[in-house]
């Protein structure tokens, strides 16, 4: 059973930035592909990033194409999300979640496992 467990949230300014680290403990991380799942208040959960189990093949949502870096580090069994140019909009409850079969969208049904997510909140 893979666990994942999210880290580096925080409450930061309008234009800092934040690193997530997506952490997976009991398999090998590079079995799955990754994606960085994000819900705001009030709103339903939405992709964000996805990476391939290489790591050589990424995608993103176009609102944080350019801002937002995904990347993993197999060895370490780890996958980030660094998150520049941080936008109020960019609030949200952030997870990463484990898949089979690499995609640019959010679908419940395909996630294996999930995290618990860590919390980002940008003021203004």
């Known amino acids: 059973q893979v666990q994942l467990v999210e880290s580096g949230g925080g409450l930061v300014q309008a234009g800092a930035s934040l690193r997530l680290s997506c952490a997976a403990s009991?398999?090998?991380?590079s079995n799955w592909v990754i994606h960085w799942i994000r819900q705001a208040p009030g709103k339903e959960r939405d992709?964000?990033?996805?990476?391939?189990?290489?790591?050589?093949?990424?995608d993103y949502v176009d609102s944080v194409k350019g801002r937002f870096t995904i990347s993993r580090d197999n060895p370490k069994n780890m996958v980030y999300l660094q998150m520049n140019s941080l936008k109020p909009e960019d609030t949200a409850v952030y997870y990463c979640?484990?898949?089979?079969?690499?995609?640019?969208?959010?679908?419940?049904?395909?996630?294996?496992?999930w995290g618990q997510g860590t919390q980002v909140t940008v003021s203004s």
């Open positions: 979640a484990a898949l089979l079969n690499y995609n640019k969208r959010y679908n419940q049904g395909e996630y294996i496992y």
């Open positions: 992709f964000v990033a996805a990476v391939s189990r290489s790591g050589l093949s990424t």
């Open positions: 009991g398999g090998t991380l």
